[in-house]
């Protein structure tokens, strides 16, 4: 998908549009968010390392985070394996973090819930959940991809960079810290 975005033309002093290719926009968002997790950044650098790919009016961003997401939760709970526990997720793996008032709650719990019924293959239906929130969701997609890389790299003994590194290559993104 192709967006466009508004360029001034000198000569006759009407708005043209240049092409924006989204799909780079999400690859960049998602490369932004593992190599900031790679470096050991905290939640408030990862969000500002993505910032820039950040695209109004469109959930392209959010879902390619949703979608980091559910693989950092493939890694925390792969088949067979005891299920994270929701209550108190969010302090132990995202401590920086403090959520305040129902909203940011209700929005954080969204994105979490969204990654797990995505990774389960229920598609939820983003547009109308999240897509009038003043804040948009894929700051939320951030945070869960930090929680749950987060868990994964505790409950398999290894650094949250190599757990950046397995979601990077599953996604076929080179990952440059």
Not at 34 to 49: E, H, N, P
Not at 50 to 74: C, Y
Not at 90 to 117: D, I, K, M, W
Not at 127 to 137: F, I, K, N, V, Y
Request: proline share 6%.
């Amino acid at each position: 998908m192709i967006r466009f975005s508004p360029r001034a033309d000198n000569n006759a002093g009407v708005a043209k549009r240049e092409p924006i290719d989204v799909d780079a926009l999400r690859r960049d968002a998602q490369g932004a968010v593992l190599g900031a997790l790679a470096r050991g950044d905290d939640a408030f650098d990862i969000l500002a390392a993505v910032a820039p790919a950040d695209l109004a009016h469109t959930l392209a961003q959010d879902v390619a985070l949703l979608q980091l997401a559910v693989t950092a939760l493939d890694h925390a709970c792969p088949p067979g394996a005891e299920p994270l526990e929701y209550d108190g997720l969010r302090e132990r793996y995202l401590p920086e973090v403090t959520f305040r008032g129902r909203v940011e709650h209700r929005n954080s719990q969204y994105a979490l819930c969204a990654a797990a019924c995505l990774r389960g293959g229920l598609q939820p239906d983003l547009l109308s959940d999240a897509g009038w929130w003043q804040t948009p969701l894929w700051q939320y997609a951030v945070y869960a991809v930090v929680v749950y890389s987060r868990a994964a790299a505790e409950r398999l003994a290894v650094p949250v960079e190599e757990i950046a590194r397995r979601i990077a290559a599953r996604h076929g993104l080179e990952l440059t810290t």
